[in-house]
């Protein structure tokens, strides 16, 4: 172990993700299992600024494994994205005695983080947090299973309504620029259409798989709309355009917007936040640095920053296929 370091901060920055709260006590708790300090940075990149700090214990963090959000709050900082910034925050972690990082966040807060690395040399490690599980170098981000499971429950509630009037609905998930949760939710619900950014469905194609739809027997739809589909036309104008199209569907759209980033996290989101803990301080104490940690193959394993940063999360082929065999 690194005789080198003797206090580690942590923070969480970006959209925030069930299994935060559980990852910060992780890496609170496996600070005090080796002695070292702990610090919690407030409101991420802004705070690190502001040396806006709280000491960390095995006891403080308690009774948060289960929360939602993140008792560190987040931020999006503009002044971290300065040099002056920058300086700012390494000066107010000099200040602190603080010796390394821990970044709970996504793509923006790693690419801040391996920034901040380069200029001062400081030690740094990712953990993949938030609920799109758009980074490469782990096979989940913190918070992606708990949405999921909270996006089935609201469409199969969903359908209730639906069936009960025979509806098509548009239901829109978060996925900004990715179709993991809209293809996931969409085979779990059962629903009728997946639309997702990384297939371009078409317009021609929808219409024609709603109408076989109708014509197998099929009385109401759920259509599940990723986010950051390309089919050109916004939930709203989709429903406009198959209300126009085929005048024998009601239509109804349902945004689900920020609730799916709320609520307790599942248990695999516990779990999986309490392993990457760990493996970011052991880690940082064995002297790596520039790192994210993720899972793959089940086991726990570092990936480069860089890597984490400029690679893709591919969307799973195998379950597209079974998409498109379902919704037969
Ligand atoms: O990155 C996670 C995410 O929830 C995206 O799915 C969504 O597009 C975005 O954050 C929303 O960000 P904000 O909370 O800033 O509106």
């Known amino acids: 172990m690194s005789k080198t370091i003797k206090k580690i901060a942590v923070m969480t920055s970006g959209g925030d993700a069930p299994g935060m709260n559980a990852a910060i006590r992780s890496v609170a708790r496996t600070c005090a299992y080796y002695n070292i300090e702990c610090a919690g940075i407030y409101r991420g990149y802004e705070g690190m600024i502001e040396g806006d700090f709280k000491e960390l214990t095995a006891r403080n963090v308690k009774g948060i494994i289960n929360k939602g959000g993140t008792i560190l709050k987040s931020a999006r900082s503009k002044e971290f994205q300065t040099k002056e910034g920058r300086q700012k925050a390494y000066d107010a972690l000099k200040a602190a005695n603080i010796d390394a990082l821990v970044v709970i966040g996504g793509d923006g807060t790693f690419t801040g983080a391996l920034i901040f690395n380069q200029e001062f040399n400081f030690p740094v490690m990712g953990i993949p947090g938030t609920i799109d599980n758009d980074i490469f170098g782990t096979s989940h981000t913190l918070g992606y299973d708990t949405a999921l499971n909270t996006v089935v429950e609201v469409i199969d509630k969903i359908r209730d309504t639906a069936s009960s009037h025979n509806r098509l609905f548009f239901v829109e998930v978060m996925g900004r620029d990715v179709g993991h ?54 939930v709203f104008e989709l429903k406009d355009y198959v209300e126009e199209n085929m005048t024998e569907y009601e239509v109804r759209v349902s945004v689900l917007g920020h609730m799916q980033r709320g609520g307790s996290p599942s248990c695999f989101d516990r779990v999986l936040a309490s392993r990457m803990g760990v ?37 799973n082929q195998e379950l597209l296929r079974v998409s498109d065999i379902m919704t037969t």
């Open 181 to 234: 949760i809209a293809l996931n939710v969409g085979v779990g619900a059962g629903a009728e259409e997946i639309l997702i950014p990384e297939e371009d469905l078409g317009l021609d194609r929808l219409l024609e798989s709603l109408r076989r739809s109708k014509l197998s027997g099929k009385s109401s739809s759920i259509v599940v709309v990723a986010e950051g589909d390309k089919i050109g036309k916004n």
């Open 279 to 315: 493996k970011a301080v052991e880690s940082l104490l064995e002297g790596n640095s520039n790192y994210m940690v993720g899972l793959l193959s089940d086991k726990i394993q570092l990936t480069p920053l860089e890597q984490a940063v400029k690679g893709k999360s591919k969307i």
